[in-house]
């Protein structure tokens, strides 16, 4: 019989474009609202002003929402947490003083977190996750890692991007497309109606950090060529007609091409992490985690391999606040509370 008291925690997550907010109890995920902020479409990128203005008009309904979905009151949380860093800082801001502001109104402790680390333990959320210690291939818009998790609280990051992220070849590459934003999905979409007929380098960068500037630098230069060359040449330099004619006849196969060669890097670097390490229990997170030839190439290549894979549901691969909750969680359990002055912070590595 289990005489230990339930825990619940609110979790708010407000680093960049989305006003989320969770509810669980002792690690169950009762309530995961999220608020996506349309405005930004227009402007074909996130505007970290416009953002801040958003998450003021959407939290509270969203907290509301999110304790209403739960069918608790304010009298049933144990703990408010919210995302500390990394983010836009006028967005992290709304939802640490609102955060802050709850947990001394009702008087409960207050849990900061790392949004990278709640990226890599969304994981947790699955019906039969993974067993410690375990590999986690984080890859978003702003970041791309190797982590070995080796405990909810214990986490180092053993491979990183030394330029770009993943993410931002994927929305540079929609960009240069003429795709609208979010373009990254979209590259998905078309990257299954089309084939991997065209090449693009593999950067050589040794150990486990990736590269991905010189890949955008050459899909630029493929398509202002018009396929002709991947590299800048006077006399390959196509017309702005032949430049959307030759993407209008190739859409499905660039996408394709540019789709397999990010998703190589990637898988390239987890295979050279399992060998080091000699952990086989691979997970994937973030935002571009939901592309679905990732994850269909990792999961063929644990069975491949010998692999133990773990795929987040869609709803915790991008910002939400229940990977926020599952975190706090832990941390709750581990007595690692934050006080009342903590400041979130634009930056902070998860090695810090």
């Not at 002003?49 to 949380?77: C, F, G």
């Not at 950090?209 to 398509?223: A, D, P, W």
């Amino acid at each position: 019989m289990n005489l230990q008291p339930s825990i619940t925690i609110l979790a708010i997550e407000s680093s960049c474009d989305e006003t989320a907010a969770a509810v669980c109890t002792d690690g169950k995920i009762l309530s995961n609202i999220i608020a996506t902020q349309k405005v930004h479409e227009q402007y074909g990128g996130v505007v970290p002003e416009l953002a801040s203005r958003a998450h003021m008009e959407n939290i509270v309904p969203v907290v509301d929402a999110a304790l209403k979905k739960a069918n608790i009151t304010t009298a049933a949380i144990d703990a408010v947490a919210f995302t500390q860093a990394p983010g836009l800082i006028g967005a992290l801001l709304v939802g640490s003083q609102f955060a802050k502001s709850m947990a001394l109104a009702l008087n409960k402790p207050l849990i900061s977190v790392h949004h990278m680390q709640a990226h890599v333990l969304a994981n947790l959320l699955l019906d039969n996750p993974p067993a410690f210690p375990f590999l986690c291939l984080t890859v978003s818009g702003g970041h791309t890692q190797i982590v070995l998790c080796e405990s909810p609280t214990q986490m180092k990051v053993i491979g990183e991007t030394i330029d770009d992220a993943a993410g931002e070849a994927f929305d540079k590459t929609a960009k240069i497309l003429g795709l609208p934003y979010p373009g990254g999905p979209l590259v998905d979409k078309y990257a299954k109606e089309g084939k991997a007929i065209y090449k693009f380098p593999e950067p050589k960068i040794d150990g486990l950090n990736f590269s991905f500037s010189g890949l955008k630098t050459s899909i630029l230069y493929f398509l202002q060529n018009a396929g002709k060359s991947n590299v800048y040449k006077e006399e390959y330099i196509a017309t702005e007609a032949e430049r959307k004619a030759f993407i209008e006849d190739n859409l499905y196969n660039i996408c394709a091409s540019v789709q397999e060669r990010i998703i190589s890097i990637l898988m390239n670097k987890v295979k050279l992490a399992v060998k080091q390490t000699g952990i086989n229990r691979v997970c994937i997170a973030g935002g571009v985690s939901a592309n679905s030839g990732l994850r269909t190439t990792l999961q063929q290549t644990g069975e491949q391999l010998g692999w133990q894979t773990f795929i987040p549901a869609f709803e915790f691969c991008t910002d939400n606040a229940g990977m926020i909750a599952i975190t706090a969680y832990h941390k709750f359990l581990a007595n690692d509370f934050a006080p009342l002055s903590i400041t979130p912070s634009a930056s902070s590595s998860m090695n810090a």
